[in-house]
């Protein structure tokens, strides 16, 4: 280690201690003024239950005042120590350099962890944040996994393991507080870590086989980011797996899981109905198995895990409804092999119409990929579209790396993915260029932050390549835009210049209707419109509705990539067992002190630096 990294790393501890000394003090003395004096006048901060039981970001030095001044005198705060697992470090984030540590801290209830990036010293000796993340990571009483307490008999002549498990997953003679809908890796990340919580978790899902959301997509897939991010809680994936993991291993790895983490789990079960009982506290729920029976169950919580993709979108395009040729939403799509030799259109250039087009056409398809609108470009590969998560390589482990990962605030993520997109776009510059070539419309989103912000956003309008551009670009796979066609007959497609094509089959990649309709659908009008959209950000950078409590009482919503589901499942299953324990309420607690930033506020909030 040189003089130079070494004299670095004691600036950047020294001068994280003060802070985080100071800090400390004013929170003890509940002096909120010199508390909030610790901040530069634009700083931010992410609160993950710790202070305010929700997730909230704050904006600039008032809104910080403000909610420390509410949040506080009960949250009980103190303790605050550097952790030495990940020492104080000088780091770039957003074009930003900043001492980025992470410490610990206690609570009243727990255990805390947080995240501070500081200025550098100033000439006047001032010590300010630019960003701070406070987080509650568990119950001082329940302290890790349980799994080191004896559940089952060991007495001869008794119930084994498996008895005993047979009997739980019946809820013959009980009833579960979590209904979860949903057993891809939102609902068994969920359940997983409420299991761990000692909260009666029932899972349910209307497929035959554990893992077949993964195992019945289409022949080819496999996950388009690396390995190293995407373990489940627990339960990392094993060392040799490959970079990029197939669906059918994943889903084997579903069906380990879930008897190795001791989920409940009914398969081949369909949510009939359900209605909320005030009167009662719990929700009165009708299911369906394979067998045409119907059980009712009577959570206290019901827990959305159907991911981002509900109910497939399916668009209204004139004429097809007289098309006698196949048509099938992507989501049904999962072999191209039936389809060798025949005229394909993909309507839909996300990464779904792309995956599709690119397995018929290897199959043997004459493919036409439809394009609806211009869509976000990028490769797959560490060094390309997997930037988005390099944090992972740089060293700490994945814990670690989630809390690095959620303490960057709207804004900053805003900043580092329009940095990112930049590279990006010069990385895969001809690649564009042959695109653009052939008449694909490419943008960057609507702010220049690329593939990850449109999935954050609305949950597609990109494609990360893993050949099918290149498919397009050679014209082996063809390209046609949405606004060429006037309608469809029975054997094909009409275009405004009168021209006829031939079509054999139709696969809609059109996407998914918004999460809110599916509640709409499962539970009525009045939840819906109650609970309101989710999914998208919301006025203070956070997505709406989801890991937190909702207006919906006893209502909570998970989904997102497989990171996504490891890392915010924690602290969703930390409320639901707050609720249990009588700790806060069921619903969302508008007297919880929020940030004061419109949407239109947000989407302009800057960091002081130029856009791309």
Known sequence: MTLMTRDKSTVARECTERWLAALDTALQRCDIDTAAAL????????????????LHTYYGVDQIRSAMRLSAPNAGIFGLRLDEAVAPRYVMRAGVTAIESVFTFETAVGHGRGVVRLHPPSDDGQQRAWTLLTSLQEFREQRGIAAGVEHHSTRFGGPNWMDQRQEKVRFADTEPAVLVLGGGQAGLAVAARLGQLDVETLVIDREERIGDNWRHRYHSLVLHNEVWVN??????FPATWPTYVPKDKLAGWFEAYVDSMEINFWTGTEFVDGRYEPEHERWRVTTRRADGSERTVRPRHIVMATG?????????????EHFSGAILHSSEFADGSTFAGREVFVIGSGNSGHDVAQEMYARGARVTLVQRSATSIASVGPDAAGRVYSLYSEGPSTEDCDLLNISIPYPVLRRSYQLITHDLSELDKDLIEGLESVGFRV?????????????LRRGG???????????????????????????FNATGVVLKDGRHVPVDAVVLATGYQPQQELVRKLLGDHVADRVGPVWGFDGEGELRNMWKRTAQEGLWFTAGSLAQCRIFSKFLALQIKACEEGLIARSADESTPRGALRSQDLEDAKLGIGAV
């Open 461 to 487: 309008g990109y494609y990360l390549n893993v050949g099918c551009s290149d498919l397009i670009v050679e014209k082996k796979i063809q390209l046609r835009q949405f606004s060429e066609v006037s309608h």
């Open 39 to 54: 901040f530069v006048a634009d700083g931010y901060w992410r609160d993950v239950l710790a202070f305010t039981w929700g």
């Open 231 to 236: 373990h489940l809680p627990f339960m990392p």
């Open 308 to 320: 981002v993709s509900g109910i497939p979108n399916l668009p209204t395009i004139p004429g097809l």
């Open 443 to 455: 943008d960057y989103g609507e702010d220049a932050t690329g593939f990850q912000m449109k999935y």
